[in-house]
T-cell receptor, first 114, second 113 residues
Framework: GAGVSQSPSNKVTEKGKDVELRCDPI?????LYWYRQSLGQGLEFLIY????????KSGLPSDRFSAERTGGSVSTLTIQRTQQEDSAVYLC????????????FGPGTRLTVL | GQNIDQPTEMTATEGAIVQINCTYQ??????LFWYQQHAGEAPTFLSY??LDGLEEKGRFSSFLSRSKGYSYLLLKELQMKDSASYLC????WGSGNTGKLIFGQGTTLQVKP
């Protein structure tokens, strides 16, 4: 596809369940970022992948959050034992490298934890 | 610490000019970005400043003063479709070139006829 894609677009889950969110970056983009946006708030950085380097996990809010990127392309963000405060829109972005100006954002996954 | 401040809401009239300010305090600095986000949509890139001064792109301009930790986004000839949230973000130069962006809360701009 032409842009960053994310799935699912919406996810409703029960408190305590695990969820997986997927991001397909733009082909050829080596840098991939995950952000979280709570209602009416700005974007909160979660994690950053750049090529084969160790990911920057400094934004992950707790050890219930983890992410991986397989083959330098698709990434999965996993939230274990979800809590109501995890409800937010999770946005993925990619760029051609960590130092490039523009990050291209996907449409996001809206997560609702009941 | 890291802090990025911008007004929460602004209202302007169609055809007018509006300036959205952003001040920042970060441990490092490697560029300031402005993104536009319509309700329910992903942010889209508007502008980037890394050196002091004004960058102009059509109806949109962005200014940066690194010594003052200050930027503004200037929107001219406002159109109804400019009603959106405008996000100020700083690329914080931490240990290594991580490229991560620190975002402000966003400014919701409402353009009225």
């Amino acid at each position: 596809g032409a842009g960053v894609s994310q799935s699912p677009s919406n996810k409703v889950t029960e408190k305590g369940k695990d969820v997986e969110l997927r991001c397909d970056p733009i082909s050829g983009h080596t840098a991939l970022y995950w952000y979280r946006q709570s209602l009416g708030q700005g974007l909160e950085f979660l994690i950053y992948f750049q090529g084969n380097s160790a990911p920057d996990k400094s934004g992950l809010p707790s050890d219930r959050f983890s992410a991986e990127r397989t083959g330098g392309s698709v990434s999965t963000l996993t939230i274990q034992r979800t809590q109501q405060e995890d409800s937010a829109v999770y946005l993925c972005a990619s760029s051609t490298s960590g130092s490039v100006v523009e990050q291209f954002f996907g449409p996001g996954t809206r997560l609702t934890v009941l | 610490g890291q802090n990025i401040d911008q007004p929460t809401e602004m209202t302007a009239t169609e055809g007018a000019i509006v300036q959205i300010n952003c001040t920042y305090q970060t441990s490092g600095f490697n560029g300031l970005f402005w993104y536009q986000q319509h309700a329910g949509e992903a942010p889209t890139f508007l502008s980037y400043n890394v050196l002091d001064g004004l960058e102009e792109k059509g109806r949109f301009s962005s200014f940066l003063s690194r010594s003052k930790g200050y930027s503004y986004l200037l929107l001219k000839e406002l159109q109804m479709k400019d009603s959106a949230s405008y996000l100020c973000a700083v690329r914080d130069w931490g240990s290594g070139n991580t490229g991560k962006l620190i975002f402000g809360q966003g400014t919701t701009l409402q353009v009225k006829p």
